[in-house]
């Protein structure tokens, strides 16, 4: 056979494997599910913003918690604020009415968000409580639709974030509902029944699916029932397989008992995942300004939030090991977000406009850490690492011990178009002499060296 020949031969091989790796098919089993790659926008995003928003941000006391700690776990503290807050009768379903959403513009909301720099938002469809942000068809009059801004809220951040083509449109989703009837007859049977699976869970997931299409899906409240019992690998194969996101959409590792850490797409393990090396799977960790609550809580004290260097600590030290970030806010039941966590949000943007390229699209470096005149985090790209440093050395002399240097290397501060003037050390490293840095509140600067290893 001539060259020629060999050649059209070879890519006929190739149209046919690439034709069989597009039509391959998911089987409702881990094995199956976990060997699909995870789409490459959410490890190029790192960065993401969480919104819990709910029934629960009406009495904005304590946490997203409310109803479970005040009639399900009949916390002291919770007894006493409804004592002396309302009538001894009075229900939590006669809190949604107060969810009015008045001031609530999606427009804003997106806004912030892409001011902040995050890549992708996980907004809350659902939590615990079982109140639908959308007109969920499953849960009649007790949904955003129907009750309280009797709006969209669903359909209309998700029109508005999706204007702003560098953000992707994400939903939370709580699988199981704390007073459910029909979750409570399922748990009481030891899980051997499935009418909140076939009646509830399933066709919402479908719904929110098919009719707003996020690209990512973001599970909780599945730790009391193992994913046999909430159907999770038949639906996530019809997720990968045939919904209208089967391209793009992500999930997470929360879809039953056992999971965490183990199945799923990305992994979150627990709420603060903190490992202490690279984890071998891809990770996110989420984390609230609020240290407290991941829902808005009027009582709020500023010693309880997390300041803009904390947040960009975390959100450096997180892409350093390979993770994403998810930063929680919770807006208010008026619909406005809290002005000191549009603050925060803004700090995290300022900071991401000069220093982005350390963050976005990169990878963890051979080495994440280390401690030269001041501690660094390393992250890098094809063509260049970042050394993020958070302690001002106030010191124009500036040691870095790991990095090999050439001839070629440049070395530079994000911010300064000069490149610095350096020096190699004995066997590796890199001594350089800083400008004066600029001030910051995020106190964080970054150094990119290209031409090392």
Request: charge should be negative.
């Amino acid at each position: 056979m001539g060259s020629e020949g060999l050649r059209w031969l070879l890519l006929c091989l190739c149209a046919v494997l690439c034709a069989s790796g597009r039509n391959a098919r998911y089987t409702p089993d881990w094995t199956s599910l976990d060997a699909r790659p995870l789409p490459a926008w959410y490890d190029e995003a790192k960065f993401g913003i969480f919104m819990h928003w709910g029934v629960f941000s009406v009495p904005s006391f304590g946490s997203e918690w409310f109803w479970w700690n005040w009639q399900g776990d009949r916390d002291p503290n919770y007894l006493w604020f409804m004592h002396k807050n309302y009538p001894a009768v009075f229900s939590y379903a006669e809190f949604a009415p107060g969810l009015k959403a008045e001031f609530f513009d999606a427009d804003e909301w997106a806004e912030i968000i892409e001011a902040s720099g995050a890549k992708y938002v996980v907004f809350t469809s659902k939590h615990h409580e079982g109140f639908t942000n959308w007109g969920s068809p499953t849960s009649w009059n007790w949904n955003s639709v129907d009750n309280g801004p009797h709006r969209d809220i669903v359909g209309e951040l998700a029109t508005a974030v999706r204007k702003r083509k560098s953000v992707h449109f994400g939903l939370y989703h709580s699988l199981y509902e704390w007073f459910h009837p029909l979750y409570l007859s399922d748990k009481e049977s030891n899980f051997t029944k499935q009418d909140f699976i076939r009646n509830k869970v399933m066709p919402e997931l479908y719904d929110l699916v098919t009719s707003y299409k996020p690209e990512l899906i973001w599970s909780d409240g599945d730790w009391e029932a193992p994913d046999t019992y909430w159907n999770s690998t038949e639906f996530l194969a019809w997720l990968y397989n045939d919904s209208p996101v089967k391209d793009v959409i992500v999930v997470n590792d929360r879809w039953g008992k056992g999971c965490y850490c183990k199945h799923g797409g990305y992994f979150n393990c627990a709420d603060k995942y903190t490992p202490s090396e690279p984890p071998k799977h891809k990770w996110e960790k989420c984390n609230s300004v609020d240290t407290i609550s991941w829902g808005y809580r009027r009582n709020m004290k500023l010693s309880e939030l997390m300041d803009l260097p904390t947040i960009i600590k975390d959100l450096v030290y997180t892409v350093a090991l390979g993770g994403n970030y998810l930063l929680n806010i919770g807006p208010a039941s008026d619909g406005q977000i809290p002005v000191v966590f549009q603050d925060r949000l803004m700090g995290i943007g300022e900071w991401l406009k000069v220093n982005g390229e350390a963050i976005y699209s990169t990878k963890p470096w051979r080495v994440q850490s280390e401690s030269g005149t001041v501690p660094v985090w390393y992250t890098s790209t094809s063509t260049a690492v970042y050394a993020t440093f958070l302690t001002n050395p106030k010191q124009f002399s500036f040691q870095l011990f790991v990095p090999k240097t050439s001839e070629s290397t440049v070395v530079t501060l994000l911010g300064n178009p000069d490149p610095l003037k350096w020096a190699p050390l004995h066997s590796s490293g890199l001594v350089m002499l800083l400008p004066d840095l600029p001030s910051t509140p995020a106190k964080a600067w970054v150094i990119k060296l290209e031409g090392v290893a």
